[in-house]
């Protein structure tokens, strides 16, 4: 966690959605979300960075408690809500894999967008769904992106080629996880899955799956040629986006993945035995 903290104390993650290629995954995830989220619900972002999505949601009308685990991006998200007094958001320093601090059954919907990818240890990525699912109503809904392996190579020989090596790709594809401090590593602590591991390994909960897509598609690898598109362009091909990011083979190369699922009527937190990957 000390090097996820460190990356994004020197990150400027406000320029993050700034970018059209990077604008992909906000507008796509906001999209598939937008049918299941009420106006009037309490809603909790995860790994809230500086509060893209928070402040969305914030400004139409819901309740929003945003946490993140860098004291940098709560500062500047505490620094922005001043630009908006009308909004009900409240940004919380705290580790997405504890949240002793909120009673159970308390949050219509949880968003992590960001913690389940920069946890490298199983059993706190384990930690983070229960927690999720605890404070959720039931039938609230959870919203976990995360990091297709089958994208990284791609991404390594278009942008960083130094890092094709055999240790990277082997700790990418094989062992799931490099850590920041690792001789391999071209990024900080980070988690990497498949389409299909992340719905044997939700299988193991009390939850029922909404939907799963893929949130950017190829436009983080050929970034520098989405940012090119004239704004035409650019709409065009979003609508050519939203139409194909759940069809497999797209999902199978997109670089982030979108699971939406909602809490079982009834379910717990626990995990449910008869469905243990």
């Known amino acids: 966690m000390e090097n996820v903290i460190r990356f994004y104390e020197t990150v400027d993650e406000e320029q993050r959605f700034k970018r059209n290629s990077r604008r992909v995954e906000f507008i796509t995830s906001i999209h598939a979300l937008e049918p299941l989220i009420h106006k009037s619900s309490k809603l909790l972002e995860l790994g809230a960075g500086t509060g893209s999505y928070s402040f969305h949601y914030a400004e139409k009308g819901l309740e929003v408690t945003a946490i993140d685990v860098t004291p940098g991006n709560i500062e500047k998200i505490n620094a922005k809500k001043a630009d908006f007094p009308h909004i ?55 919203a976990i992106a995360y990091i297709n392996k089958y994208s990284v190579v791609p991404m390594l020989v278009k942008k960083m080629p130094q890092f094709i090596q055999e240790g990277t790709i082997r700790k990418v594809m094989h062992d799931g996880s490099i850590s920041g401090g690792d001789p391999e590593a071209f990024w900080t602590d980070s988690y990497y899955t498949t389409p299909d591991e992340l719905e044997a390994y939700m299988c193991q909960f009390h939850i029922n799956t909404l939907d799963h897509l ?43 993945g979108l699971y939406i699922c909602r809490k079982s009527a009834g379910g717990t937190h626990e995990i449910n035995d008869e469905h243990q990957p």
């Open 214 to 256: 893929g949130t950017d598609g190829l436009s983080h690898t050929i970034s520098d040629e989405v940012d090119e598109l004239s704004d035409d362009q650019f709409q065009t091909y979003m609508k050519y986006h939203l139409e194909t990011c759940r069809e497999p083979s797209i999902l199978g190369i997109s670089t982030h």
């Open 88 to 142: 009900q958001l409240d940004a919380v320093l705290g580790d997405a894999t504890d949240l002793s601090a909120y009673t159970s059954e308390s949050f219509d919907v949880v968003l992590c967008l960001g913690p389940y990818y920069h946890i490298v240890d199983e059993e706190a990525r384990k930690s983070l769904i229960q927690e999720s699912l605890r404070v959720l109503h039931p039938g609230g809904i959870l």
